[in-house]
Nanobody, 115 residues
Framework: QVQLVESGGGLVRAGGSLRLSCATS????????MGWYRQAPGKQRELVAT???????NYADSVKGRFTISRDKAKNTVYLQMISLKPEDTAVYYC?????????WGQGTQVTVSS
């Protein structure tokens, strides 16, 4: 079992920045990749960024150059640094951890970008 707790969401004006954090606990040794996803009202959940245990990152085209996923192994935490935020980035952001047996999700954190 893996437990994930997101934090760092909030209300920000367009052009602003936020940093989301995802603290992991439990069987973290079994995680081979982690990611951030988001879901806006009335839309499907979509991938934002992923990072593998080897440090390889991947981003959705809509956030490339603005968002950065990173991790602090000592703190068992994954981050999503978001800059130049746009109103269309408004969504609930979820942290996800993949193991060979299952995927685990956090409870989500709301990000609202005002125009």
């Amino acid at each position: 079992q893996v437990q994930l707790v997101e934090s760092g969401g909030g209300l920000v004006r367009a052009g602003g920045s936020l940093r989301l954090s995802c603290a992991t606990s439990g069987s973290i040794f079994s995680i081979y990749a982690m990611g951030w996803y988001r879901q806006a009202p009335g839309k499907q959940r979509e991938l934002v960024a992923t990072i593998t245990s080897g440090g390889t990152t991947n981003y959705a085209d809509s956030v490339k150059g603005r968002f950065t996923i990173s991790r602090d192994k000592a703190k068992n935490t994954v981050y999503l640094q978001m800059i130049s935020l746009k109103p269309e980035d408004t969504a609930v952001y979820y942290c996800m951890a993949s193991t060979r047996l299952d995927d685990y999700w956090g409870q989500g954190t709301q990000v609202t970008v005002s125009s």
